[in-house]
């Protein structure tokens, strides 16, 4: 039976329409399938240009379910290569079927996302592609409108907005993430595109986010505080807010679930009256309609209520038929 192969052809044919908007926007980084909503939950096939990254997240695939996945390769992209991620076991990416690494897995290579160049590769000391192929609906929102406008991208990662809205005009982009290596690979895009505005923050993003606020950073009872670098107090036309799900820091804990409150207060004072605050929450158990009033509500009680809050979807490479993606996209309007 060929019903892995089945399932990602029907997929790609599904995605016709698609193709065509990609070769016009200069894109060569999309989702081939998504399993969960095409029939094999826990399993992705990526292309990010030269490369192809399969992941599976749930269980390793069977070695007849990889020949399948091999075959489609070989049929419909023969000069690209492929990269197989198992994630269904801690650190399981980077010790899986060790005997089939390639050279190629571990080299950088250059993608293209909206005319904007990206660095990726099929492995590196991470689990997460460099690049995460759901938030394009976002960066292709920024890129739009930053114009001549400062921004201000927490929880940055390998800076794929921050390089998306200096690519689209940005007078002043601000990158802040905890990683270095994250930043590393954001310094390596922004010198793809030679893009000169791009500033980059090694730091907690609670001091960080608080300074440009200017709250105070508070200190726990009978704890004292890591060094952290020092800002001046700064708004910015633009705010791009993306945390992980959970994290746990000396400086207080990100909870998506619970406590999104305690990121978008500084992050909503941290933005100029008429400026715009751009929210994402990844968890899919978070009802959408419920977070958007918990917004609502946060920003009243903080004195700077919204003018307008609105959805952005992710591109259809994600579909989700109920309409409701995990991944959730907010356009605070101050």
């Not at 192809?52 to 269980?59: A, S, V």
């Not at 990662?157 to 590393?184: H, M, P, Q, W």
């Amino acid at each position: 039976m060929n019903e892995l192969k089945n399932l990602i052809s029907q997929a790609w044919q599904n995605r016709t329409d698609l193709k065509a908007q990609w070769q016009t926007e200069q894109t060569d980084c999309y989702r081939i399938f998504h399993g969960t909503n095409e029939g094999s939950p826990g399993t992705t096939l990526d292309r990010y240009a030269p490369l192809l990254i399969l992941q599976t997240f749930h269980q390793c695939l069977a070695d007849n379910e990889l020949t399948q996945v091999r075959e489609f390769v070989s049929e419909q992209f023969p000069d690209l290569h492929l990269v197989y991620n198992d994630r269904s076991r801690d650190n399981s990416r980077i010790q899986n079927r060790p005997n089939e690494i390639q050279e190629l897995d571990n080299t950088p290579m250059v993608a293209n996302e909206l005319g904007v160049k990206y660095r990726v590769q099929g492995r590196h000391q991470g689990q997460d592609p460099w690049l995460f192929l759901d938030l394009r609906a976002g960066r292709r929102y920024i890129k739009a409108i930053s114009q001549g406008k400062t921004v201000l991208n927490l929880f940055s990662y390998t800076c794929g907005i921050g390089i998306a809205a200096a690519a689209g005009g940005a007078k002043r982009v601000v990158n802040v993430d905890f990683a270095e290596s994250s930043l590393a690979v954001g310094l390596e895009n922004a010198k793809l595109n030679k893009l000169d505005q791009v500033a980059f923050i090694q730091s907690d993003v609670f001091p960080a986010i608080k300074q440009f606020a200017n709250m105070p950073i508070t200190v726990r009872r009978g704890k004292k505080l890591p060094k952290y670098p020092k800002h001046k107090p700064e708004q910015f036309d633009l705010v791009f807010l993306d945390p992980p799900r959970w994290a746990k820091s000396a400086f207080g804990n990100v909870d998506l679930i619970r406590d999104y409150q305690s990121l978008f207060k500084p992050s909503l004072l941290a933005t100029k009256d008429g400026g715009q605050l751009i929210c994402c929450n990844n968890v899919a158990q978070v009802d959408r309609d419920g977070w958007l009033e918990s917004l609502k509500r946060c920003a009243i009680k903080a004195g700077r209520p919204l003018k307008s809050i609105k959805v952005l979807l992710p591109d259809t490479d994600f579909p989700s038929p109920d309409g409701n993606p995990p991944l959730k996209i907010a356009i605070c309007q101050l």
